[in-house]
């Protein structure tokens, strides 16, 4: 599967973003799929997943924040980013989990700041 991310850029505290994650190719083997975002000098973390029933899951740090979705007849999943703050600024990957393997976009920059 091939992904690609857009949407990234500058925020101001508090403002919002979307994110975009485009798939393509064997968008049948999906299983589940989500992000990821790695700040300088941290470790990559999980910031939101989306199963195949939908059920979605989120870390601490970003519930009642972030959002993700998906459009089926797109073949693209969201990540809605609401409130940030600077602890959020990151690269963001996608990721999706197929039957053979994890696919990972480029990652779309995040920044925070006033």
């Known amino acids: 599967v091939q992904l690609a991310e857009s949407g990234g850029g500058l925020v101001q505290p508090g403002g919002s973003l979307r994110l975009s994650c485009a798939a393509s190719?064997?968008?049948?083997?999906?299983?589940?799929m989500g992000w990821h975002r790695q700040a300088p000098g941290k470790e990559r973390e999980l910031v939101a997943v989306i199963l195949s029933s939908g059920s979605t899951r989120y870390p601490n740090s970003v519930k009642g924040r972030f959002t993700i979705s998906r459009d089926n007849a797109k073949n693209t999943m969201y990540l809605q980013m609401n409130s940030l703050n600077p602890e959020d600024p990151a690269v963001y990957y996608c990721?999706?989990?197929?039957?053979?393997?994890?696919?990972w976009g480029q990652g779309t920059q995040v920044t925070v700041s006033s």
């Open positions: 190719g064997s968008i049948s083997s999906i299983r589940s």
């Open positions: 990721y999706a989990v197929t039957d053979i393997a994890t696919d």
